[in-house]
């Protein structure tokens, strides 16, 4: 049992307690208020209890980083440890970020201490159809042992990564038209290899079974609504793009780093489109982040459009994930909004805030104590706790 006391509570629930607890049994909370009174009555009656004083410092649901590659691309390694991209094949949805990751990366670490307890980690944007995200907790001995969720969402890339890659081996696609035909393409083989499947199912004397197919089988998970596509597109055609096919195909999707979509607000907005944004803090380094820019995550969240803020990781390293979300504010994001960004919003829009994204009941004990409010900028972590143990402490 883990107590959590003299805290502001930011539930991210709705609820705030200016001197309120938290309250944890095994890897769950158990409870969370604000009554002298009932933190006596635990304290008195748990006498194993380990009790955390906030000492009016903030208590907030660990942080999740919505997009990020932790693991996949190691800290220090160079080629060695970069194990995000398979570029020999420009269709590879069978791969699985659980097996490119390494759980001994020092970003885990660097994550913990930042006060990011979740990681939605993956595949980069080399392939049209790149692999399997899956969202994992910053510690644990092993990658199976620190699963939320796997897989979480289905890498899928438009624009300038995936014609750059494979202009370099002269190989198809070297356009945004190849790239959208090769992801139609692929998506109808699914879909037929669904109806042989079907057809065997339904009358297994008179039709073969098909051939099993790995990826067609990835494929498949997003065309029966079972994950979503992550959507690579940073320019506003290439968003429209991947907004057209998905709803070709009648499938779930995000929008992932949504670099110009200030531009286009007006449409995520009427067709309900949530985004992840990020990262933030670099260099227009190629020719689509020329209108990269902070405000952007303030006009869209004014706009009403849900959004969690990525790094990106190692593009922005994972422990500046609040660093992002609080330079955000400084350009005109609501600073509650912000916080949604890397907690609740990232949590419902990766598809796991029935674990994790807010201090309730029942939810994992992913607990994070600051010295003071988290977006200013001497606020350190002071207390990290994952699954209920601290993992953490200044």
């Known amino acids: 049992m883990l107590l959590v006391k003299n805290g502001i509570i930011l539930t991210m629930a709705g609820k705030e307690f200016k001197n ?37 410092g ?4 660990g942080f999740i980083d919505a997009h990020c590659h932790v693991g996949m691309w190691e800290d220090s390694l160079g080629f060695e440890g970069a194990d995000g991209n398979e570029k020999t094949d420009p269709v590879t949805p069978q791969l699985r970020a659980i097996d490119g990751v390494n759980h001994l990366d020092r970003a885990f670490e660097e994550a913990r201490e930042g006060g990011v307890t979740t990681v939605v980690t993956g595949p980069g944007s080399a392939n049209v ?13 092993c990658v199976d042992e620190m699963i939320v969720r796997e897989p979480v969402a289905l890498k899928v890339a438009f624009g300038e990564n995936v ?17 959208a035909a090769l992801l139609r393409q692929y998506f109808y083989k699914a879909l037929d290899y669904k109806g042989k499947l079907d057809d065997y199912g339904r009358d297994s004397e008179k039709y073969n079974k098909p051939e099993f197919d790995m990826a067609m ?29 998905a709803r070709e195909f009648n499938v779930d999707f995000t929008i992932e780093h ?30 689509e982040l020329k209108n990269l820019s902070l405000k952007t995550p303030g006009i869209l969240a004014n706009a009403g459009i849900k959004l969690a803020i990525m790094t990106d990781h190692p593009v922005v390293p994972i422990q500046y994930l609040r660093l992002c979300a609080s330079m955000a504010v400084s350009e005109g994001m609501d600073p509650g909004e912000a916080l949604k960004a890397i907690t609740i919003n990232a949590a419902e829009i990766c598809r796991i805030s029935d674990r994790v994204g807010s201090l309730e009941e029942g939810k994992d004990a992913d607990i994070v104590v600051f010295d003071r409010h988290p977006f200013e900028i ?7 706790i994952i699954n209920g143990k601290v993992v953490y402490t200044r």
């Open 378 to 384: 001497e606020a350190k972590v002071v207390t990290t």
């Open 163 to 179: 014609k750059k890659t494979y202009n370099e081996r002269k190989q198809t696609p070297t356009t945004r038209m190849a790239t």
């Open 217 to 245: 089988e990835a494929i498949l998970m997003v065309l029966r609504g079972e994950i979503p596509l992550k959507a690579h597109a940073h320019r506003a055609d290439d968003i429209m793009t991947a907004i057209r096919i």
């Open 58 to 61: 903030y208590v907030l649901p």
């Open 258 to 287: 949504c670099t110009e979509g200030a531009l286009i607000k007006d449409i995520l907005k009427e067709q309900n489109i949530s985004v992840v944004v990020g990262p933030l803090l670099t260099d227009r380094s190629k020719p």
């Open 20 to 56: 309120g607890y938290v309250l944890a049994e095994g890897e769950k909370i158990s409870k969370v208020g604000e009554n002298p009174d009932e933190v006596t009555a635990i304290m008195e009656g748990n006498k194993d209890i380990t009790v955390i004083d906030a000492k009016g």
């Open 129 to 141: 159809i790149g692999g399997q995200f899956a969202a994992l907790k910053t510690y644990g001995r």
